[in-house]
């Protein structure tokens, strides 16, 4: 169980988690990095504003990365590219070239 003192966007606080102190640490530096990702755009001024937008982006970030996830799984674990066709004719020309030199 670790401990997370939490300085940002104007309030201060301290939570007890499940997760170990090292853990919480890279957590709040991430969430910090995108904060201060947001704090450049101009039209946003608040800190409400700020963290809101923040956990949008991190809900996106999460999405994405659930969705590549799962087409993953649905195309037996390969991941999909919209290269594939340019990568089955350079196979196919590698193999070609291999099966002439034996």
Not at 2 to 21: C, R
Not at 68 to 94: A, C, Y
């Amino acid at each position: 169980m670790g401990k997370l003192k939490v300085d940002l966007l104007g309030t201060s606080f301290t939570i007890q988690a499940n997760e170990d102190t090292e853990y919480l640490d890279k957590l709040l530096g991430y969430y910090k990095q995108i904060t201060q990702d947001i704090e450049k755009i101009d039209s946003v001024k608040t800190p409400l504003q700020i963290a809101i937008l923040s956990g949008i982006m991190l809900c996106d970030e999460l999405y994405k990365e659930k969705q590549r996830k799962i087409t993953m799984q649905n195309n037996g674990g390969q991941v999909s590219t919209e290269n594939d066709e340019e990568i089955e004719l350079r196979t196919k020309q590698m193999i070609e070239k291999i099966s002439k030199v034996l």
